[in-house]
Protein backbone atom coordinates (compact mmCIF):
# COMPACT_ATOMS: atom_id res chain seq x y z
CA UNK A 1 0.00 0.00 0.00
CA UNK A 2 1.27 3.25 -0.96
CA UNK A 3 2.50 5.98 1.90
CA UNK A 4 -0.36 8.39 2.58
CA UNK A 5 2.49 10.81 3.14
CA UNK A 6 4.22 10.52 0.25
CA UNK A 7 1.53 10.57 -1.55
CA UNK A 8 0.60 14.21 -0.42
CA UNK A 9 4.17 15.15 -0.94
CA UNK A 10 4.22 14.60 -4.48
CA UNK A 11 1.16 15.97 -4.82
CA UNK A 12 1.85 19.33 -3.42
CA UNK A 13 4.95 19.12 -5.26
CA UNK A 14 3.26 18.35 -8.50
CA UNK A 15 0.48 20.78 -7.97
CA UNK A 16 1.90 23.82 -6.72
CA UNK A 17 2.22 26.70 -9.53
CA UNK A 18 3.66 30.17 -8.66
CA UNK A 19 1.13 32.10 -10.13
CA UNK A 20 -2.94 32.52 -10.13
CA UNK A 21 -5.07 28.73 -10.43
CA UNK A 22 -7.94 26.92 -10.52
CA UNK A 23 -8.24 24.69 -7.48
CA UNK A 24 -9.52 21.18 -9.42
CA UNK A 25 -10.02 19.10 -6.22
CA UNK A 26 -8.16 17.36 -3.42
CA UNK A 27 -6.27 13.76 -4.32
CA UNK A 28 -7.35 10.53 -3.55
CA UNK A 29 -5.76 7.74 -2.15
CA UNK A 30 -6.75 4.05 -1.59
CA UNK A 31 -10.68 5.69 -1.63
CA UNK A 32 -9.98 8.25 0.95
CA UNK A 33 -10.25 11.94 0.18
CA UNK A 34 -6.60 13.81 1.10
CA UNK A 35 -7.85 17.74 1.68
CA UNK A 36 -3.84 18.57 1.72
CA UNK A 37 -3.24 16.75 -1.55
CA UNK A 38 -4.64 19.91 -3.66
CA UNK A 39 -5.23 19.14 -7.40
CA UNK A 40 -4.35 22.89 -9.08
CA UNK A 41 -3.93 24.21 -12.61
CA UNK A 42 -2.34 27.56 -13.48
CA UNK A 43 -4.11 30.44 -15.19
CA UNK A 44 -1.14 30.68 -17.30
CA UNK A 45 -1.22 26.82 -18.64
CA UNK A 46 -4.59 27.09 -20.01
CA UNK A 47 -3.71 28.16 -23.21
CA UNK A 48 -1.90 24.94 -23.70
CA UNK A 49 -5.28 23.41 -24.27
CA UNK A 50 -6.95 20.75 -22.59
CA UNK A 51 -9.07 17.73 -22.82
CA UNK A 52 -12.36 16.42 -20.35
CA UNK A 53 -13.29 13.06 -21.10
CA UNK A 54 -15.55 10.48 -19.59
CA UNK A 55 -18.56 7.91 -20.12
CA UNK A 56 -21.82 9.69 -19.78
CA UNK A 57 -23.19 10.90 -16.47
CA UNK A 58 -19.75 10.85 -14.72
CA UNK A 59 -20.06 14.07 -14.43
CA UNK A 60 -18.21 16.19 -17.40
CA UNK A 61 -20.43 19.25 -17.50
CA UNK A 62 -20.49 19.62 -14.11
CA UNK A 63 -16.69 19.85 -14.66
CA UNK A 64 -16.87 22.51 -17.29
CA UNK A 65 -19.16 24.60 -14.72
CA UNK A 66 -16.98 24.45 -12.12
CA UNK A 67 -13.95 25.49 -14.62
CA UNK A 68 -15.86 28.27 -15.68
CA UNK A 69 -17.15 29.55 -12.34
CA UNK A 70 -13.29 29.74 -11.39
CA UNK A 71 -12.40 31.40 -14.50
CA UNK A 72 -15.14 34.09 -14.19
CA UNK A 73 -13.61 34.72 -10.86
CA UNK A 74 -10.81 34.86 -12.07
CA UNK A 75 -11.57 38.02 -14.61
CA UNK A 76 -11.33 35.39 -17.81
CA UNK A 77 -14.09 35.11 -20.15
CA UNK A 78 -15.26 31.82 -21.12
CA UNK A 79 -17.42 30.73 -24.04
CA UNK A 80 -18.98 27.09 -23.60
CA UNK A 81 -21.52 25.40 -25.87
CA UNK A 82 -24.86 24.57 -23.96
CA UNK A 83 -25.91 21.32 -25.52
CA UNK A 84 -28.67 20.62 -23.45
CA UNK A 85 -29.75 23.99 -21.99
CA UNK A 86 -28.62 22.97 -18.67
CA UNK A 87 -25.35 25.33 -18.37
CA UNK A 88 -28.06 28.64 -18.36
CA UNK A 89 -27.97 27.68 -14.66
CA UNK A 90 -24.57 29.82 -14.32
CA UNK A 91 -26.48 32.61 -13.51
CA UNK A 92 -28.11 31.61 -10.77
CA UNK A 93 -26.31 30.85 -7.05
CA UNK A 94 -26.80 27.50 -6.41
CA UNK A 95 -28.96 25.83 -3.97
CA UNK A 96 -27.27 24.55 -0.81
CA UNK A 97 -27.99 20.60 0.08
CA UNK A 98 -25.90 18.79 2.61
CA UNK A 99 -24.26 16.67 -0.60
CA UNK A 100 -23.00 19.87 -1.75
CA UNK A 101 -21.82 20.99 1.98
CA UNK A 102 -20.38 17.32 2.45
CA UNK A 103 -18.12 17.62 -1.05
CA UNK A 104 -17.10 21.40 -0.31
CA UNK A 105 -15.86 20.29 3.12
CA UNK A 106 -13.81 16.93 1.52
CA UNK A 107 -12.00 18.89 -0.11
CA UNK A 108 -11.35 22.05 2.07
CA UNK A 109 -13.52 24.46 0.48
CA UNK A 110 -16.88 25.30 2.01
CA UNK A 111 -19.68 25.42 -0.23
CA UNK A 112 -20.98 28.91 -1.43
CA UNK A 113 -23.38 29.83 -3.32
CA UNK A 114 -22.73 32.09 -6.38
CA UNK A 115 -23.98 33.43 -9.88
CA UNK A 116 -22.14 34.81 -12.56
CA UNK A 117 -22.52 37.15 -15.52
CA UNK A 118 -23.69 35.28 -18.58
CA UNK A 119 -24.52 35.99 -22.30
CA UNK A 120 -26.87 33.55 -23.83
CA UNK A 121 -26.78 33.08 -27.86
CA UNK A 122 -28.82 31.04 -30.45
CA UNK A 123 -28.10 29.81 -33.92
CA UNK A 124 -32.03 30.00 -33.98
CA UNK A 125 -32.66 32.83 -32.42
CA UNK A 126 -34.69 31.33 -29.86
CA UNK A 127 -33.78 31.37 -25.95
CA UNK A 128 -30.42 33.50 -26.91
CA UNK A 129 -29.56 36.14 -28.73
CA UNK A 130 -28.76 35.08 -32.66
CA UNK A 131 -25.64 34.63 -33.85
CA UNK A 132 -24.53 34.86 -37.41
CA UNK A 133 -21.46 34.57 -40.12
CA UNK A 134 -21.13 35.35 -42.95
CA UNK A 135 -20.44 32.39 -46.09
CA UNK A 136 -17.57 34.46 -47.02
CA UNK A 137 -16.00 34.14 -43.40
CA UNK A 138 -17.18 30.57 -43.27
CA UNK A 139 -14.71 29.68 -45.95
CA UNK A 140 -15.22 26.94 -48.67
CA UNK A 141 -13.83 23.91 -46.06
CA UNK A 142 -16.30 24.86 -43.41
CA UNK A 143 -18.76 24.93 -45.97
CA UNK A 144 -18.10 22.17 -47.87
CA UNK A 145 -18.17 19.98 -44.49
CA UNK A 146 -21.75 21.37 -43.49
CA UNK A 147 -22.98 20.37 -46.91
CA UNK A 148 -20.74 16.97 -46.82
CA UNK A 149 -19.21 17.47 -50.20
CA UNK A 150 -16.49 15.39 -51.86
CA UNK A 151 -13.00 16.52 -52.33
CA UNK A 152 -13.67 17.92 -56.39
CA UNK A 153 -17.20 19.71 -55.04
CA UNK A 154 -15.31 21.60 -52.00
CA UNK A 155 -12.59 22.75 -54.99
CA UNK A 156 -15.03 24.08 -56.91
CA UNK A 157 -16.66 26.16 -53.54
CA UNK A 158 -12.66 26.97 -53.51
CA UNK A 159 -12.64 28.31 -56.86
CA UNK A 160 -15.90 30.03 -56.54
CA UNK A 161 -15.11 31.81 -53.10
CA UNK A 162 -11.43 32.88 -55.15
CA UNK A 163 -13.61 34.37 -57.37
CA UNK A 164 -15.88 36.47 -55.27
CA UNK A 165 -13.01 37.84 -53.57
CA UNK A 166 -11.04 38.49 -56.72
CA UNK A 167 -13.96 40.60 -58.10
CA UNK A 168 -15.11 42.07 -54.99
CA UNK A 169 -18.47 39.97 -54.78
CA UNK A 170 -19.53 39.68 -50.73
CA UNK A 171 -20.53 36.31 -50.09
CA UNK A 172 -23.24 36.97 -47.07
CA UNK A 173 -25.97 34.09 -47.24
CA UNK A 174 -27.07 30.80 -49.30
CA UNK A 175 -29.01 33.39 -51.79
CA UNK A 176 -25.43 34.94 -52.80
CA UNK A 177 -23.87 31.28 -52.85
CA UNK A 178 -26.94 29.99 -55.13
CA UNK A 179 -26.58 32.96 -57.22
CA UNK A 180 -23.29 32.93 -58.03
CA UNK A 181 -22.73 28.93 -58.70
CA UNK A 182 -25.54 29.67 -61.28
CA UNK A 183 -24.02 32.26 -62.82
CA UNK A 184 -20.02 30.59 -62.91
CA UNK A 185 -21.71 27.47 -63.89
CA UNK A 186 -23.98 28.08 -66.52
CA UNK A 187 -24.74 31.92 -67.12
CA UNK A 188 -22.06 34.54 -68.52
CA UNK A 189 -19.52 33.69 -66.11
CA UNK A 190 -18.86 30.50 -67.23
CA UNK A 191 -16.54 31.17 -69.82
CA UNK A 192 -14.97 33.66 -67.21
CA UNK A 193 -14.26 31.14 -65.21
CA UNK A 194 -12.92 28.74 -67.17
CA UNK A 195 -10.10 30.42 -68.42
CA UNK A 196 -8.81 31.99 -65.16
CA UNK A 197 -9.80 29.17 -62.87
CA UNK A 198 -11.22 26.21 -64.57
CA UNK A 199 -14.41 25.51 -65.71
CA UNK A 200 -17.33 24.07 -63.43
CA UNK A 201 -19.44 21.39 -64.92
CA UNK A 202 -22.97 21.28 -64.56
CA UNK A 203 -23.23 17.94 -62.26
CA UNK A 204 -21.08 19.29 -59.06
CA UNK A 205 -22.97 23.09 -59.28
CA UNK A 206 -26.30 21.15 -59.38
CA UNK A 207 -24.87 18.77 -56.13
CA UNK A 208 -23.94 21.62 -54.25
CA UNK A 209 -26.70 23.48 -55.21
CA UNK A 210 -29.51 20.96 -54.19
CA UNK A 211 -27.54 20.24 -50.64
CA UNK A 212 -28.00 23.93 -50.09
CA UNK A 213 -31.89 24.06 -50.79
CA UNK A 214 -31.80 20.59 -48.13
CA UNK A 215 -30.06 23.03 -45.87
CA UNK A 216 -32.51 25.63 -46.70
CA UNK A 217 -35.51 22.92 -46.15
CA UNK A 218 -34.41 22.61 -42.55
CA UNK A 219 -34.84 25.93 -41.39
CA UNK A 220 -30.77 26.12 -40.75
CA UNK A 221 -29.60 28.95 -43.54
CA UNK A 222 -30.46 31.92 -41.12
CA UNK A 223 -27.12 31.36 -39.57
CA UNK A 224 -25.53 33.12 -42.64
CA UNK A 225 -26.08 36.55 -42.72
CA UNK A 226 -25.61 39.82 -41.25
CA UNK A 227 -25.02 41.66 -39.04
CA UNK A 228 -22.57 39.01 -38.68
CA UNK A 229 -21.30 38.21 -34.99
CA UNK A 230 -18.24 40.12 -33.70
CA UNK A 231 -15.84 37.70 -31.91
CA UNK A 232 -14.79 40.92 -29.49
CA UNK A 233 -17.82 40.23 -27.67
CA UNK A 234 -16.24 37.38 -26.24
CA UNK A 235 -14.55 39.00 -24.11
CA UNK A 236 -16.74 41.15 -21.74
CA UNK A 237 -16.40 41.37 -18.08
CA UNK A 238 -18.99 42.87 -15.70
CA UNK A 239 -17.71 44.02 -12.01
CA UNK A 240 -14.35 42.43 -12.65
CA UNK A 241 -15.78 38.78 -13.81
CA UNK A 242 -15.27 37.41 -16.99
CA UNK A 243 -18.63 36.89 -18.79
CA UNK A 244 -19.90 32.92 -19.66
CA UNK A 245 -20.95 32.94 -23.12
CA UNK A 246 -23.12 30.28 -23.69
CA UNK A 247 -24.77 28.86 -27.12
CA UNK A 248 -27.36 26.81 -26.60
CA UNK A 249 -27.90 24.42 -29.43
CA UNK A 250 -30.83 22.57 -28.07
CA UNK A 251 -33.16 22.79 -30.32
CA UNK A 252 -30.77 21.85 -33.37
CA UNK A 253 -29.33 19.12 -31.39
CA UNK A 254 -29.70 16.87 -34.92
CA UNK A 255 -27.52 18.93 -36.89
CA UNK A 256 -24.13 18.08 -35.13
CA UNK A 257 -22.69 19.09 -38.36
CA UNK A 258 -23.62 22.64 -38.37
CA UNK A 259 -22.95 23.61 -34.90
CA UNK A 260 -20.01 21.52 -34.52
CA UNK A 261 -18.82 23.47 -37.38
CA UNK A 262 -19.86 26.92 -36.35
CA UNK A 263 -17.90 26.54 -33.11
CA UNK A 264 -14.65 25.91 -35.33
CA UNK A 265 -15.38 28.71 -37.91
CA UNK A 266 -15.90 30.75 -34.49
CA UNK A 267 -12.17 29.91 -33.44
CA UNK A 268 -11.10 30.36 -37.17
CA UNK A 269 -12.18 34.27 -36.48
CA UNK A 270 -10.42 34.42 -33.58
CA UNK A 271 -7.13 32.71 -35.25
CA UNK A 272 -7.54 35.40 -38.23
CA UNK A 273 -8.37 38.20 -36.08
CA UNK A 274 -6.79 38.59 -32.47
CA UNK A 275 -2.79 40.10 -32.33
CA UNK A 276 -0.36 37.44 -31.04
CA UNK A 277 -0.03 38.21 -27.72
CA UNK A 278 2.33 35.06 -26.66
CA UNK A 279 2.79 33.65 -23.15
CA UNK A 280 0.12 35.03 -20.41
CA UNK A 281 -0.19 34.81 -16.82
CA UNK A 282 -3.80 34.10 -17.70
CA UNK A 283 -5.35 33.43 -20.71
CA UNK A 284 -7.66 36.27 -22.68
CA UNK A 285 -10.11 33.25 -23.37
CA UNK A 286 -10.99 29.95 -22.41
CA UNK A 287 -12.91 28.28 -25.69
CA UNK A 288 -14.87 24.68 -24.34
CA UNK A 289 -15.55 22.46 -27.10
CA UNK A 290 -18.26 20.38 -25.79
CA UNK A 291 -19.17 16.76 -27.68
CA UNK A 292 -16.23 17.45 -29.62
CA UNK A 293 -16.43 13.92 -31.35
CA UNK A 294 -19.49 15.49 -33.08
CA UNK A 295 -16.93 17.63 -35.16
CA UNK A 296 -14.52 15.24 -36.22
CA UNK A 297 -16.46 11.95 -36.96
CA UNK A 298 -16.35 11.55 -40.56
CA UNK A 299 -14.70 14.60 -41.72
CA UNK A 300 -12.56 15.01 -44.52
CA UNK A 301 -8.79 15.03 -44.98
CA UNK A 302 -8.63 19.35 -45.89
CA UNK A 303 -10.89 19.83 -42.78
CA UNK A 304 -8.82 18.22 -40.25
CA UNK A 305 -5.51 19.87 -41.47
CA UNK A 306 -7.67 23.28 -40.23
CA UNK A 307 -8.53 21.98 -37.24
CA UNK A 308 -5.31 21.11 -36.35
CA UNK A 309 -3.45 24.08 -37.55
CA UNK A 310 -5.86 26.26 -35.61
CA UNK A 311 -5.24 24.43 -32.26
CA UNK A 312 -1.61 24.20 -32.72
CA UNK A 313 -1.14 27.95 -33.34
CA UNK A 314 -4.35 30.15 -31.73
CA UNK A 315 -2.76 29.29 -27.79
CA UNK A 316 0.08 32.17 -29.06
CA UNK A 317 -3.35 33.98 -29.06
CA UNK A 318 -3.72 33.99 -25.34
CA UNK A 319 -6.89 31.56 -26.31
CA UNK A 320 -6.92 28.24 -24.45
CA UNK A 321 -8.64 25.60 -26.18
CA UNK A 322 -10.99 22.47 -24.03
CA UNK A 323 -12.31 19.73 -25.94
CA UNK A 324 -15.09 17.48 -24.17
CA UNK A 325 -16.07 14.12 -25.29
CA UNK A 326 -16.48 10.64 -24.24
CA UNK A 327 -13.23 9.36 -25.02
CA UNK A 328 -9.62 10.16 -25.70
CA UNK A 329 -10.01 8.08 -28.75
CA UNK A 330 -12.51 10.49 -30.08
CA UNK A 331 -9.89 13.46 -31.05
CA UNK A 332 -7.43 12.60 -33.75
CA UNK A 333 -3.86 11.61 -32.26
CA UNK A 334 -2.28 14.80 -33.71
CA UNK A 335 -4.85 17.11 -32.36
CA UNK A 336 -4.73 15.00 -29.01
CA UNK A 337 -0.83 15.37 -28.94
CA UNK A 338 -1.54 19.36 -27.93
CA UNK A 339 -3.59 18.78 -25.44
CA UNK A 340 -2.10 18.99 -22.15
CA UNK A 341 -4.55 19.23 -19.44
CA UNK A 342 -6.35 16.25 -19.08
CA UNK A 343 -8.98 15.58 -16.64
CA UNK A 344 -10.51 11.84 -17.48
CA UNK A 345 -14.04 10.81 -15.97
CA UNK A 346 -14.95 6.93 -15.48
CA UNK A 347 -14.64 4.87 -18.06
CA UNK A 348 -16.94 1.79 -19.32
CA UNK A 349 -15.34 -1.43 -20.49
CA UNK A 350 -18.53 -3.14 -21.14
CA UNK A 351 -17.62 -4.52 -24.68
CA UNK A 352 -14.47 -5.43 -26.56
CA UNK A 353 -14.28 -1.43 -27.72
CA UNK A 354 -14.73 -0.47 -24.54
CA UNK A 355 -12.14 -2.55 -23.65
CA UNK A 356 -9.58 -1.44 -26.38
CA UNK A 357 -10.46 2.25 -25.74
CA UNK A 358 -9.58 1.81 -22.14
CA UNK A 359 -6.36 0.54 -23.43
CA UNK A 360 -5.60 3.58 -25.65
CA UNK A 361 -6.63 6.48 -22.81
CA UNK A 362 -4.02 4.39 -20.61
CA UNK A 363 -1.12 4.89 -22.67
CA UNK A 364 -1.89 8.84 -22.88
CA UNK A 365 -1.39 9.09 -19.22
CA UNK A 366 2.10 9.05 -17.46
CA UNK A 367 3.08 6.23 -15.37
CA UNK A 368 1.98 6.30 -11.94
CA UNK A 369 3.50 4.59 -8.13
CA UNK A 370 0.20 5.24 -6.69
CA UNK A 371 -2.51 3.94 -9.59
CA UNK A 372 -2.99 1.05 -11.77
CA UNK A 373 -4.36 3.09 -14.17
CA UNK A 374 -6.57 1.17 -16.17
CA UNK A 375 -8.49 -0.09 -12.68
CA UNK A 376 -8.82 3.31 -11.32
CA UNK A 377 -10.46 4.51 -14.73
CA UNK A 378 -13.28 1.91 -14.52
CA UNK A 379 -13.27 3.08 -10.61
CA UNK A 380 -14.03 6.26 -10.78
CA UNK A 381 -17.18 7.23 -8.87
CA UNK A 382 -19.56 10.57 -10.59
CA UNK A 383 -17.48 14.10 -9.72
CA UNK A 384 -13.95 12.64 -9.61
CA UNK A 385 -11.06 12.07 -12.77
CA UNK A 386 -8.42 10.94 -12.82
CA UNK A 387 -5.96 14.59 -13.60
CA UNK A 388 -2.85 15.53 -14.84
CA UNK A 389 -1.84 19.13 -16.26
CA UNK A 390 1.14 20.80 -17.17
CA UNK A 391 2.79 22.76 -14.59
CA UNK A 392 4.77 25.90 -14.51
CA UNK A 393 7.68 24.58 -16.65
CA UNK A 394 5.20 22.59 -19.62
CA UNK A 395 6.35 19.49 -17.64
CA UNK A 396 2.97 16.63 -16.76
CA UNK A 397 2.25 16.58 -13.52
CA UNK A 398 1.70 13.74 -11.05
CA UNK A 399 -1.20 11.75 -12.10
CA UNK A 400 -4.03 12.07 -9.64
CA UNK A 401 -7.60 10.62 -9.26
CA UNK A 402 -9.33 13.64 -8.02
CA UNK A 403 -12.55 14.32 -6.05
CA UNK A 404 -14.09 17.79 -7.87
CA UNK A 405 -14.63 20.95 -6.01
CA UNK A 406 -18.61 21.21 -6.43
CA UNK A 407 -20.26 24.07 -8.87
CA UNK A 408 -21.26 26.59 -6.96
CA UNK A 409 -24.52 28.51 -9.26
CA UNK A 410 -27.12 25.61 -10.19
CA UNK A 411 -26.29 22.76 -11.51
CA UNK A 412 -29.08 23.12 -14.42
CA UNK A 413 -31.62 25.39 -16.83
CA UNK A 414 -32.22 28.59 -14.83
CA UNK A 415 -35.83 29.92 -14.56
CA UNK A 416 -37.65 31.02 -17.39
CA UNK A 417 -37.41 34.53 -16.11
CA UNK A 418 -33.46 34.54 -15.73
CA UNK A 419 -33.43 33.55 -19.39
CA UNK A 420 -35.75 36.41 -20.86
CA UNK A 421 -33.91 39.04 -18.02
CA UNK A 422 -30.47 37.90 -19.74
CA UNK A 423 -31.59 38.20 -22.88
CA UNK A 424 -33.85 41.37 -22.49
CA UNK A 425 -31.13 43.20 -20.81
CA UNK A 426 -28.19 42.35 -22.58
CA UNK A 427 -26.46 45.22 -24.53
CA UNK A 428 -26.20 42.95 -27.44
CA UNK A 429 -29.49 41.98 -28.16
CA UNK A 430 -30.03 45.66 -30.02
CA UNK A 431 -26.82 44.69 -31.99
CA UNK A 432 -27.97 41.45 -33.03
CA UNK A 433 -31.39 40.62 -33.00
CA UNK A 434 -32.31 42.23 -36.55
CA UNK A 435 -31.02 41.03 -39.96
CA UNK A 436 -29.14 43.65 -42.19
CA UNK A 437 -29.55 43.27 -45.74
CA UNK A 438 -26.40 44.81 -47.65
CA UNK A 439 -25.46 44.77 -51.19
CA UNK A 440 -23.76 41.65 -51.70
CA UNK A 441 -22.82 38.87 -54.58
CA UNK A 442 -26.57 38.56 -55.36
CA UNK A 443 -27.17 42.32 -56.48
CA UNK A 444 -24.25 42.26 -58.39
CA UNK A 445 -25.05 39.55 -60.62
CA UNK A 446 -28.30 40.64 -60.89
CA UNK A 447 -26.89 44.08 -61.68
CA UNK A 448 -24.51 42.64 -64.21
CA UNK A 449 -27.06 40.46 -66.12
CA UNK A 450 -29.36 43.56 -66.70
CA UNK A 451 -26.36 45.66 -68.07
CA UNK A 452 -25.59 42.67 -70.17
CA UNK A 453 -29.19 42.15 -71.43
CA UNK A 454 -29.66 46.45 -71.55
CA UNK A 455 -25.89 45.77 -73.70
CA UNK A 456 -27.39 43.23 -75.89
CA UNK A 457 -30.44 45.09 -76.33
CA UNK A 458 -28.87 48.35 -77.52
CA UNK A 459 -26.56 46.34 -80.10
CA UNK A 460 -29.76 44.77 -81.64
CA UNK A 461 -31.08 48.30 -82.38
CA UNK A 462 -27.94 49.28 -83.37
CA UNK A 463 -27.72 47.01 -85.94
CA UNK A 464 -31.20 47.60 -86.77
CA UNK A 465 -30.68 50.85 -87.42
CA UNK A 466 -27.86 50.80 -89.16
CA UNK A 467 -29.64 48.20 -91.79
CA UNK A 468 -32.78 50.74 -92.18
CA UNK A 469 -29.72 53.95 -93.53
CA UNK A 470 -28.35 52.15 -95.96
CA UNK A 471 -29.16 52.17 -99.49
CA UNK A 472 -31.55 49.70 -101.03
CA UNK A 473 -30.15 46.81 -102.84
CA UNK A 474 -30.15 46.93 -107.00
CA UNK A 475 -29.99 43.21 -106.80
CA UNK A 476 -33.21 42.06 -108.43
CA UNK A 477 -36.40 39.39 -107.47
CA UNK A 478 -36.66 37.27 -109.66
CA UNK A 479 -40.06 38.80 -110.23
CA UNK A 480 -38.61 41.80 -111.19
CA UNK A 481 -36.04 39.98 -113.29
CA UNK A 482 -39.01 38.18 -115.43
CA UNK A 483 -40.78 41.69 -115.96
CA UNK A 484 -37.73 43.40 -116.75
CA UNK A 485 -36.90 40.73 -119.30
CA UNK A 486 -40.24 40.79 -120.74
CA UNK A 487 -40.63 44.97 -121.04
CA UNK A 488 -36.87 44.29 -123.13
CA UNK A 489 -38.44 41.93 -125.51
CA UNK A 490 -41.31 43.29 -126.06
CA UNK A 491 -39.57 46.15 -126.39
CA UNK A 492 -37.74 44.50 -129.14
CA UNK A 493 -40.64 42.76 -130.79
CA UNK A 494 -42.27 46.44 -131.12
CA UNK A 495 -39.55 47.90 -132.90
CA UNK A 496 -39.15 44.95 -135.47
CA UNK A 497 -42.90 45.58 -136.49
CA UNK A 498 -42.74 49.09 -136.50
CA UNK A 499 -39.33 48.63 -138.91
CA UNK A 500 -41.62 46.17 -141.10
CA UNK A 501 -44.29 48.48 -141.36
CA UNK A 502 -42.41 51.40 -142.59
CA UNK A 503 -40.78 49.57 -145.07
CA UNK A 504 -43.87 48.33 -146.49
CA UNK A 505 -45.84 51.67 -146.80
CA UNK A 506 -42.93 52.95 -148.73
CA UNK A 507 -42.49 49.82 -150.83
CA UNK A 508 -46.26 50.78 -151.46
CA UNK A 509 -45.52 54.43 -151.84
CA UNK A 510 -42.77 53.99 -154.32
CA UNK A 511 -45.18 51.20 -156.62
CA UNK A 512 -47.85 53.81 -157.02
CA UNK A 513 -45.35 56.19 -158.56
Do not use: W
Not at 8 to 27: C, T
Not at 216 to 239: R, Y
Not at 367 to 374: A, L, M, R, T, V
Amino acid sequence: MANKEQFIEKVQASYNPKGAFIYLGAGMLNGEILAEAKVNLALKMMNRHGLIAGATGTGKTRTLQLIAEQLSDASVPVFMLDVKGDLSGLAEPGVTNQALIDRGNAVGVPFEPSSFPVELYSLSGNKGIPMRITVEDFGPVLLGRILELNETQTGVLAAMFKYAQDHQMPLIDFSDTKKLLSYLSEGPGSEEIKNDYGKISSASSGTILRKIVALEQQGLAHIFGEKEFDINDLFQKVDGKGVISLLNISDVQDQPVLYSTFLLSLLAQLFKNMPEVGDLDKPKLVFFFDEAHLLFNGAPKAFLTQVDQIIRLIRSKGIGVFFCTQSPTDVPESVLAQLGNRVQHALRAFTPNDAENLKKTVKTYPKSDFYEIDQMLTALGTGQALITVLNDKGIPTEVVATHLVPARAVMGPAADATINQIINQSDLKAKYQERQENRSAAEIIDERMQAAEQEQQRAAQEKEAEKASRPSSRRQTPLEAAQRTATTTLAREGVKLLGKLATGLLNAFLKKK
